[in-house]
C-alpha cells in the first residue's frame, strides 16, 4: 500500500441535500439521451428499493423443489438471506466454496459431494432440485454435463436442473433473468400435448384474471396453466401438456422458444404495451393462436364468436380506457409524475400514453432503453424532449434522495424506484407489470394512481421488502 | 460434509466487513465484482444504507474484462467516480473472480491514487473470508495510516473503542451504549472505530491511554496501536452494566480456541452455550458463570460451517441452553429429530452478520439489556 | 467430420506441425479448419496470407461485444485452411483457461461448425494444460481424439505423461480418447525407446515420426509451411505421411 501520510479532514455524508454537482452526470433529458444507453458504464449503485425478483424467489416458483446454491461465501449471503426472509430456508441449502477449492481444482467433486450430502440430510427427498452454480465454476472449467449426469444417476428419482448465478457473465449471451426463466421449465418433461391446454409462462407473479389475455383464453373453454397457480410438482408438470405458451414478459421470450423447441408446442409471445395498437395486435396474435389450436383439436372457431367478441372488443374496452384516462386527470391534474423501470417492462410506453393523454409525466427512472421501446423512445425525443431521464445505478444515483424533492412538491410516483429518488410516499407500489396485461393494465395501473394520488403509502418500508409478494417478512 | 449447510445461514463476508467499517468515514468503497455484491451487501448486512449516504459501488466486472486481465476500465471508472464525487479516500476491495484470476488490487490503488491525488486503500478480500477478517483489515488500514503519528497522550484518561460495525452492534442504539459505558467508566472516549466517528476522530487515535476491543473485527488495529503507540488495550463487551475483559483467551489477534469453555467443572458439564462473534460470546459467557453461577461456554462460529457448528453443540457435555442467532435454531431442531440431543432450550440473540436484518426489531443490547438464563 | 486436439511441451512443434497436417489435408480435398487455443494465438501464423494480423475471438468480444460476426473471426489461409485463433490475455494477467472456454462457446455460438461445415477440426492447445479451461478441447462435442507431440527429452515426456493421464483420467466422461504420440525428433540419447515405453505406458502407439531437419527452420523464416515453400523436400513427404495417418485412424 502507498504511504499516504495524514488523511484530510472528513466530511461526514449523512442525508443532506445540495448534490446536484454530484448527481448532474447521473440524469440528462430525453432530446439528449441515446438509444439504448443514455448513461455510459462505470462503477454502479444499488439503491434501496428492493421489490423485484430474484433467481431465489423465481426458482421457488416449482412447487415442492429444493434450491441448492454453490458459492462464494460472499455471494450465498444475499441468496441464504432472500431464502430466509422468504420463509422458505426449508426448501433451501448451501455448499460454501473455499479458496483450496479453487486451487485445488476440485470444484465438480464439491458440487456432487455437496449436493449427495445436503440430499441425504433432508427430511423428506424432493421431486427436484435446482442446482445454482457461480461464476466460479465457469473460471475453473467445470463440466456440466459430467456433474449433473452423476448426480442423476446417483438419484434418478429427482429431477436436476442447472441454474446460474453469475452475473461476471452477465453480457455474454442470455441474462440471468432471462436464463432463469428458460431453467424454471427445463423440468418440464416432454409428453403428449393436450390440444386445449394453454399455459402462461415466464412470470413471477399471477396474470391478473381480469387480463384480456386470460378472459380470450378462459372464453374459449380452454385449459390455463401458470407456474404460480401450482401447488405440487405435478402440476408443475402438467404444463408440458400445453399446446400453446405465452409469454408477454420480455426477459421470458427466450424461454419460451427453448422450451417449445425441446417438448413441441407453440410459443406466443405478447409484448407489454400500453399502445392500443399494440394491444390489439397482441389480442389478434392471441386470437390466432387459439384458432389454430381449437381448428387442431376440431374443436369449432369461439375467437370469431360472439361471446368473445364482445370481451375483446377492443373499441369497448379502448373507450373504457379513455374513460380511465379522463377520470384520472381530472383528480390528480399536473401533478407531477415519474415512472420507472420495475413498474413494467416498458415504461416509455406508459410514458407516451399517458403524456398523449395530458399528464405531466415529467421523469423516467431508467438505466436504459430496451429493444421493444424504440419506438417509445422516439416519441419522446421528438415530442417530449425535456422530459427527464434518471439513472439509477449512475454513481451519482446515491444522492439523489437526498434531495428529499417529495417534501418540497407532490410527485406521484409509478414504481418503486421512482418513489425512493424522489422520497415520495405517493406511489403506485408494482413490479414486473403486476402481472396486467392489454387494455386491463392501462385501466387497472389508473386506479392505482387514483388511489395512490390520494393515499399515502409506508414508502419506506415498503420498497424494502425484498421479491415483492413472495412473502417477505421484513 | 464440510462446507454444506442444510439448515443455517452464512456470516458475512470479507469484502462487506471492509464496507462495513468504513461506511461512516467520508470514503468511496468499491466492490471490484459483476453485480449483486451490492444489492446483497446493502440489503443485508447495512442497515444505514436507507438514512445514512455512502459511497458504496460495485465495478460491474463482466467476464471479457476478467479473461483478458483488463484493469483499465476498473481504474478508469474509479477514477471517474472519483473526480465527480469528490471522496475524502478510496477503499477497493476484491471479491472471488478477481481474486481467482490474480487481479492486482494494489497496483490498481496506486494507479487510482496517481491519479487523483486522493488516497486509495487496497483491500485483498476474495469473498471466501468472513467479515472479521475484512473488517479487521480495514480497522488496521486506518491505524497504520490514518492515525497521526506524532502526537501526545491526553491529559486526561482517555480511550478509543475498536471494532464498532452494525455487523455485529446494529443499529439499535448498542453501539452508543457501549460508547457511554466507557465514558461512565471515566475515559473521554477520543474515536469509536467506526460508528459516530469521523476520520478527524479516528486521526487522534494515538492519543489514548487506552483502547478497548469489542468485537474481533478491532484486534489487528488494536495490536497496530500497540505497537506504533505503545497503547494497551483489553477486550470485551460491557454486560448489564459491568465490562467483561476477556483478553485472556486471546493470544494478540489469534483466539486461543473456537470453542473455550468458562469454567472447567468438567462433572457439572457446561450448561449454557454462546453462538456467535468470538469477543461478544465470550463476555456473555463469562457474565453468565461468574454472574449467573452457571457453567458456560463459547463457540466462535464466524468462520466456523454447519458441520463445524453442530460437532462444538455435541460435544458439549450436559448443554441445556444455547444462545445463538434465531436461523440456529433450525440446526438445533434438525439435531433433536436426528436424536443427537435432546431437551436443549434455545434462547434467540440476533446477530446482523447472520440474519441480516431480518430480526433487527428484536436486537439485544447487552449492555443493560442482556437476559438471563434463570 | 473428424475432430482431432493436438497437445504437447511448449515448442515442441505443435503449431509447425498441425499446420503442415492442416495444408496436407486440405490439398487432399478435405475442408480443413484449424484452431488455435493459446493467448500467444500464433498457431496459424505459417496459414495467414499476406496481412498476417487476423484478429482473435477474445479480441473480437472485448472490442465488439457481441456484435460481430463468424466471417470475423474465421479467416482463410494457405490452400484453404480456415483459421481460427482463439487469443487470451497478456501473460501475467487475467484467465487464460476461461478464456480457452469463451473463444470455443463463441465460436459455437456463431456457427462455425454448421456454417463452414469442415471435414477436418484441429485444435491446436498451448503447451502447459494448467487449468479446466485448457481441457476444453477433448470434451464432448469437441475433439474425438487426442495426438501428443513428444520428443524424446525429459521435458516433453513429462509434460506427454501428464497429458495423457488427464485423458485416461476423463475416460468416464466421454471425452476425447488418446489417438497416440507424434514422435518429433530432437535426436536425444535412447530417444526411440524412451517415446516407445511411453507409449506402452498408456497403451497407445506412435502413429508419425518427424525428422529433425532444418528445412522446418528454413520455412519458419520464410514464415511459411514445410509443404509450402519445400514441397518436393523429405521433411514435406513425412508431413503428408503423418496427415494421411492421421485422417486415416
Known amino acids: 500500500m502507498t504511504d499516504i501520510g495524514i488523511l484530510r479532514v472528513n466530511t461526514m455524508l449523512i442525508k443532506a441535500g445540495n448534490n446536484s454537482d454530484r448527481i448532474k452526470n447521473a440524469h440528462v433529458l430525453m432530446k439528449d439521451a441515446a438509444f439504448p444507453s443514455p448513461f455510459g458504464g462505470g462503477l454502479e449503485y444499488s439503491s434501496p428499493a428492493r421489490g423485484t425478483w430474484n433467481i431465489v424467489h423465481t ?27 422468504m420463509n422458505a430456508l426449508d426448501r433451501f441449502s448451501t455448499v460454501e466454496v473455499k479458496e483450496n477449492n479453487l486451487l485445488d481444482g476440485d470444484m465438480e467433486e464439491l458440487l456432487i459431494d455437496g449436493v449427495t450430502d445436503i440430499i441425504q440430510k433432508l427430511p423428506v427427498k424432493p421431486p427436484a432440485v435446482l442446482v445454482y452454480t457461480s461464476c466460479v465454476h465457469h473460471f475453473t472449467g467445470c463440466d456440466w454435463k459430467v456433474m449433473f449426469r452423476t448426480l442423476s444417476e446417483k438419484y434418478p428419482g429427482i429431477d436436476f436442473i442447472d441454474c446460474y448465478m453469475n452475473p461476471t457473465l452477465r453480457k455474454s449471451g442470455l441474462t440471468p433473468d432471462q436464463i432463469m426463466r428458460k431453467q424454471l421449465y427445463a423440468l418440464l418433461k416432454e ?32 385449459d390455463l396453466h401458470e407456474i404460480t397457480s401450482c401447488k405440487r410438482y405435478d402440476e408443475y408438470q402438467e404444463m408440458a401438456e ?63 364468436s360472439e361471446y368473445s367478441q364482445d370481451l375483446t372488443d377492443d373499441e369497448k374496452r379502448i373507450l373504457e380506457c379513455e374513460q380511465a384516462y379522463r377520470e384520472t386527470l381530472e383528480l390528480v391534474g399536473d401533478t407531477p409524475i415519474a415512472i ?24 423516467l427512472y431508467l438505466d436504459s432503453f430496451t429493444g421493444e421501446e424504440r419506438d417509445d423512445y422516439e416519441f419522446l425525443k421528438k415530442n417530449y424532449p425535456e422530459i427527464d431521464i434518471y439513472a439509477t445505478v449512475n454513481p451519482g444515483s446515491r444522492f439523489m434522495a437526498a434531495e428529499n424533492e417529495g417534501a418540497r412538491e407532490k410527485w406521484l410516483a409509478i414504481g418503486q424506484k421512482a418513489a425512493y429518488f424522489l422520497n415520495t410516499d405517493y406511489f403506485i407500489n408494482v413490479i414486473e407489470g403486476g402481472g396486467m396485461f392489454g387494455y386491463e393494465a392501462v385501466t387497472d395501473t389508473l386506479s392505482l394512481l387514483r388511489e395512490a394520488f390520494l393515499e399515502k403509502k409506508d414508502m419506506r418500508n415498503l420498497v424494502q421488502i425484498k421479491g415483492m409478494g413472495c412473502c417477505g417478512c421484513c | 460434509m464440510r462446507q454444506t449447510s442444510g439448515f443455517i445461514s452464512t456470516y458475512s463476508a470479507d469484502v462487506f466487513g471492509v464496507c462495513s467499517a468504513l461506511y461512516e468515514l467520508g470514503g468511496m468503497i468499491v466492490m471490484h465484482d459483476a453485480s449483486g455484491c451490492n444489492s446483497t451487501y446493502t440489503t443485508h448486512d447495512e442497515p444505514r444504507w436507507y438514512d445514512m449516504d455512502s459511497m458504496v459501488y460495485i465495478s460491474g466486472l463482466t467476464e471479457i474484462e476478467a479473461i483478458m486481465g483488463d484493469s483499465t476500465k476498473f481504474v478508469g471508472d474509479v477514477i471517474r467516480a472519483a473526480k465527480e464525487l469528490s471522496p475524502e479516500f478510496i477503499a477497493i476491495a476484491g471479491t472471488p473472480i478477481p481474486a481467482m484470476t490474480g487481479f492486482d488490487i494494489d497496483a490498481a490503488a496506486y494507479s487510482i491514487e496517481a491519479e487523483t491525488g486522493i488516497p486509495v486503500y487496497g483491500f485483498n478480500t476474495t469473498g471466501m473470508k468472513s467479515y ?61 472505530w467506526a460508528m459516530g466517528a469521523s476520520l478527524k476522530d479516528i486521526a487522534r487515535a494515538g492519543a489514548a491511554h487506552e483502547n478497548f476491543v469489542v468485537s474481533e473485527t478491532g484486534l489487528k488495529a488494536a495490536e497496530k496501536l500497540k505497537e506504533i503507540f505503545g497503547t494497551p488495550y483489553r477486550s470485551g463487551i460491557p454486560v448489564n452494566g459491568e465490562f467483561m475483559d476477556v483478553g485472556g483467551w486471546y493470544h494478540g489477534t489469534m483466539r486461543k480456541n473456537r470453542l473455550v469453555k468458562i469454567n472447567t467443572e468438567e ?25 449467573k453461577g452457571l457453567s458456560s461456554a463459547s463457540f466462535a462460529s464466524t468462520d466456523a460451517d454447519e458441520d463445524e457448528i453442530a460437532e462444538a453443540i455435541l460435544s458439549v457435555q450436559g448443554l441445556k441452553t444455547v444462545i445463538a442467532d434465531p436461523l440456529f435454531e433450525r440446526l438445533l431442531k434438525a439435531l433433536k429429530t436426528d436424536g443427537q440431543i435432546h431437551d436443549i432450550s434455545f434462547i434467540p440473540m440476533p446477530h446482523e452478520a447472520f440474519s441480516g436484518r431480518i430480526y433487527r426489531k428484536n436486537m439485544v443490547n447487552p449492555v443493560d439489556g442482556f437476559y438471563t438464563t434463570k | 467430420m473428424i475432430k482431432l486436439a493436438i497437445y504437447g511441451k511448449g515448442g515442441i512443434g505443435k503449431s509447425t506441425t498441425v499446420s503442415n497436417v492442416a495444408v496436407e489435408l486440405s490439398r487432399m480435398g478435405y475442408k480443413v479448419m484449424q484452431i488455435g487455443c493459446d493467448p500467444k494465438a500464433d498457431s496459424t501464423l505459417s496459414l495467414r496470407k499476406d496481412d498476417k494480423k487476423i484478429f482473435t475471438v477474445l479480441e473480437l468480444i472485448r472490442e465488439k461485444g457481441n456484435d460481430f460476426s463468424l466471417y470475423d473471426m474465421v479467416h482463410e489461409g494457405e490452400s484453404g485452411v480456415l483459421c481460427v485463433e482463439a487469443g487470451g490475455p497478456a501473460p501475467g494477467v487475467g484467465c487464460a483457461g476461461r478464456g480457452i472456454i469463451a473463444a470455443l462457446d463463441k465460436l459455437k455460438e456463431k456457427g462455425a461448425y454448421d456454417e463452414y461445415k469442415p471435414d477436418v477440426v484441429l485444435y491446436d492447445v498451448l503447451g502447459d494444460v494448467v487449468c479446466g479451461g485448457f481441457s ?34 476423463f475416460k468416464s466422461r466421454g471425452y476425447a480418447a488418446l489417438g497416440g504420440l507424434i514422435l518429433n525428433h530432437r535426436d536425444v540419447k535412447n530417444e526411440n525407446e524412451k517415446v516407445k515405453e511411453l507409449a506402452e505406458d498408456f497403451h497407445t502407439e506412435i502413429v508419425g515420426e518427424l525428422t529433425r531437419s532444418s528445412t522446418v527452420w528454413d520455412a519458419e523464416e520464410l514464415g511459411k509451411t514445410v509443404l509450402s515453400a519445400f514441397p518436393e523436400s523429405e521433411m514435406a513427404e513425412e508431413y503428408r505421411r503423418l496427415a494421411r495417418k492421421l485422417i486415416e485412424i
Open chain 1, 242 to 304: 400445453s399446446s400453446l405458451y405465452i409469454s408477454y414478459y420480455p426477459a421470458a421470450k427466450a424461454g419460451g422458444d427453448a422450451l417449445v423447441k425441446r417438448i413441441g408446442g407453440k410459443h406466443i409471445y405478447l409484448p407489454y404495451s400500453w399502445n392500443y395498437d399494440e394491444i390489439r395486435r397482441s389480442i389478434e396474435i392471441l386470437k390466432q393462436a387459439i384458432s389454430e389450436l381449437r381448428s387442431n383439436a376440431s374443436l369449432s372457431d369461439k375467437t370469431g
Open chain 3, 136 to 169: 476444453m478441447p477433448m470434451r464432448a462435442g469437441y475433439a474425438d481424439k487426442v495426438y501428443i507431440i513428444t520428443s524424446g527429452e525429459n521435458m516433453a515426456i513429462h509434460a506427454a505423461a501428464n497429458i495423457a493421464m488427464a485423458v485416461e483420467g
Open chain 1, 191 to 222: 409428453k403428449e400435448k393436450n390440444p386445449v391446454s394453454v399455459s402462461i409462462i415466464g412470470n413471477d407473479l399471477p396474470t391478473n384474471p381480469d387480463s384480456d389475455l386470460i378472459r380470450v383464453i378462459k372464453a374459449n373453454d380452454l
Open chain 2, 267 to 291: 462433572y457439572k458439564g457446561t450448561e449454557v452455550l454462546v453462538l456467535g462473534e468470538g469477543i461478544s460470546t465470550l463476555s456473555l459467557a463469562k457474565y453468565i458463570f461468574e454472574k
Open chain 1, 59 to 85: 426458482g421457488m416458483l416449482v412447487p415442492e423443489a429444493h434450491e441448492i446454491f454453490i458459492c462464494a461465501a460472499s455471494c450465498l449471503r444475499g441468496v441464504v438471506l432472500t431464502a430466509a426472509e
Open chain 2, 132 to 192: 472479521i477478517q475484512g473488517a479487521g483489515e480495514a480497522f488496521a488500514c486506518l491505524a497504520e495510516k490514518a492515525v497521526l503519528r506524532d502526537v501526545l497522550k491526553t491529559d486526561n484518561r482517555s480511550a478509543n473503542i475498536l471494532g464498532l460495525t452494525p455487523l455485529d452492534f446494529s443499529v439499535n442504539g448498542y453501539a452508543e451504549s457501549v460508547c457511554g459505558f466507557i465514558e461512565a467508566q471515566g475515559y473521554q472516549v477520543l474515536s469509536s
Open chain 1, 340 to 363: 420507472d423501470y420495475t413498474f413494467c417492462p416498458r415504461p416509455a410506453s406508459v410514458a407516451a400514453e399517458l403524456l398523449k393523454h395530458g399528464f405531466n409525466v415529467k421523469r
